[in-house]
């Protein structure tokens, strides 16, 4: 099994940064992959990037490439989001998840674990 805890959310003004933070606990961590997504009031839950452990593969949603960048720190079993230039349209609870598979995917389906949720909301 595979626990997560995410940190790091908040309240920011429009163009401001935030940092997430996705604590990993459990199995082995190398043959997964993690990935963040996001859900707004009234929304279906959104893929946003996603990290591979083993060799450090991303991709991102095109909604946030550029301003997103997702990392990871083998020593600290943590994954970070790390979220600029934020907008309005960027508020949601952001939520840490694992696939399984170690693969890039972009689909939650595939994503066995999740953590709480931390919520970032953007003013203007």
């Known amino acids: 099994q595979v626990q997560l805890v995410e940190s790091g959310g908040g309240l920011v003004q429009a163009g401001g940064s935030l940092r997430l933070s996705c604590a990993a606990s459990?199995?082995?961590?190398?043959?997964?992959?993690m990935g963040w997504f996001r859900q707004a009031p009234g929304k279906e839950r959104e893929f946003v990037a996603v990290?591979?452990?083993?060799?450090?593969?991303?991709y991102y949603a095109d909604s946030v490439k550029g301003r997103f960048a997702i990392s990871r720190d083998n020593a600290k079993n943590t994954v970070y989001l790390q979220l600029n230039s934020l907008k309005p349209e960027d508020t949601a609870v952001y939520y840490c998840?694992?696939?399984?598979?170690?693969?890039?995917?972009?689909?939650?389906?595939?994503?066995?674990?999740w953590g709480q949720g931390t919520q970032v909301t953007v003013s203007t």
């Open positions: 998840a694992a696939n399984p598979f170690g693969t890039t995917a972009v689909t939650p389906l595939v994503y066995d674990y």
């Open positions: 459990g199995r082995a961590f190398s043959s997964l992959s």
């Open positions: 990290v591979t452990w083993r060799n450090g593969n991303t």
